[in-house]
T-cell receptor
Framework: ETGVTQTPRHLVMGMTNKKSLKCEQHLGHNAMYWYKQSAKKPLELMFVYSLEERVENNSVPSRFSPECPNSSHLFLHLHTLQPEDSALYLC????????????FGQGTRLTVV | QQQVKQSPQSLIVQKGGIPIINCAYENTAFDYFPWYQQFPGKGPALLIAIRPDVSEKKEGRFTISFNKSAKQFSLHIMDSQPGDSATYFCAANLYALNFGKGTSLLVTP
């Protein structure tokens, strides 16, 4: 256990569905991140939240919508996804602007059919 | 644009060998350089990390060598074991981690 919990672990959804991924941390970190990990690409940073405010969006399509209601919880809302969005979605937390370790959850394996 | 370049993409060594994975970066503002290890079905986990004011760091069988002037750093795994077979990612931190593409390491018995 890393202290970062993601649910669900696996998700299969149709292109017209709406679903949400959840991430929770109780490490006292003030920044949370969504990364996408595909088979042939590196870990891609999607969103950065610091103190519950989004500070970066790396040109992610609007069909991905993040939400950070407090410093311990992070959501990724999904709607009208494409098959190429199938990937492992990883949540991480760390101290923002601190040169310290980022802790990752185990990820949600998303399959879009 | 890939901010951290990692090589090789894959590596096969025999048990006891010393695999070496290399990374290079451009942004001199990066202030922390971790290596992560990832097993199938798991999220990445921190293996070892170094800050740019240090040229080498060793933890057990894992060593990071850091060359600030060349903007390069590398991971050495001494006396590698089959259990070290995993994917290794280098990263560089500013306010978020920027990852290399990963190296798939296989240590054969």
């Amino acid at each position: 256990e890393t202290g970062v919990t993601q649910t669900p672990r696996h998700l299969v959804m149709g292109m017209t569905n709406k679903k949400s991924l959840k991430c929770e941390q109780h490490l006292g970190h003030n920044a949370m991140y969504w990364y996408k990990q595909s088979a042939k690409k590196p870990l891609e940073l999607m969103f950065v939240y610091s103190l519950e405010e989004r500070v970066e969006n790396n040109s992610v399509p609007s069909r991905f919508s993040p939400e950070c209601p407090n410093s311990s919880h992070l959501f990724l809302h999904l709607h009208t996804l494409q098959p190429e969005d199938s990937a492992l979605y990883l949540c991480a937390s760390k101290t923002y602007r601190g040169n310290t370790e980022a802790f990752f959850g185990q990820g949600t394996r998303l399959t879009v059919v | 644009q890939q901010q951290v370049k990692q090589s090789p993409q894959s590596l096969i060594v025999q048990k006891g060998g010393i695999p070496i994975i290399n990374c290079a970066y451009e942004n001199t503002a990066f202030d922390y350089f971790p290596w992560y290890q990832q097993f199938p079905g798991k999220g990445p986990a921190l293996l070892i990390a170094i800050r740019p004011d240090v040229s080498e760091k060793k933890e057990g069988r894992f060593t990071i060598s850091f060359n600030k002037s060349a903007k390069q750093f590398s991971l050495h795994i001494m006396d590698s074991q089959p259990g070290d077979s995993a994917t290794y990612f280098c990263a560089a931190n500013l306010y978020a981690l920027n990852f290399g593409k990963g190296t798939s390491l296989l240590v054969t018995p």
